[in-house]
């Protein structure tokens, strides 16, 4: 599969930009359709006066509620498959080539033999007998 050029990965991130937004923009007329009917429905239920402090003290909880609501964003009604979403992300990898994977494997093989032997060494040669010298036991 050949690769996109920077155009077609522009306008396919624009794309994508505007199917956001256009989302957003539903999901901000949904909210305030929903706040609308809770307002409405709010106003509709007829309030008993037993109390005034009982009253006082749901106004602002009502409110709250209110606040909570409107902050609170909507799922999303379409959920795309999960492994769509990895079939499509496979499809944006970029793969090495059969060169670089065994280059990069001489390297790696390379280095683990150059610190094991500098570990070895270093253990062996240098810090034990330091140690042995230090407490003594080698005498």
Do not use: C, H
């Not at 505007?18 to 429905?41: L, T």
């Not at 909880?61 to 079939?87: C, D, I, M, T, Y």
């Amino acid at each position: 599969m050949a690769k996109k050029s920077k155009t077609q990965r522009a306008k396919a991130s624009a794309a994508r930009a505007a199917k956001k937004e256009q989302e957003a923009v539903e999901s901000a007329q949904v909210e305030a359709k929903d706040v609308a009917e809770a307002n409405a429905e709010a106003e509709k239920k007829p309030k008993l006066k037993l109390f005034k402090k009982a009253e006082k003290a749901e106004a602002p909880a009502e409110k709250k509620q209110v606040k909570k609501e409107e902050k609170k964003p909507e799922k999303k009604a379409k959920k795309p498959g999960f492994l769509s979403e990895v079939r499509a992300e496979m499809k944006r990898v970029t793969w090495p080539t059969k060169s670089d994977v065994l280059r990069w494997s001489g390297v790696v093989i390379v280095a683990l033999l150059f610190f094991g032997i500098y570990v070895s060494v270093l253990d062996n040669f240098i810090v034990t007998p330091v140690l042995i010298g230090i407490s003594g036991l080698g005498v």
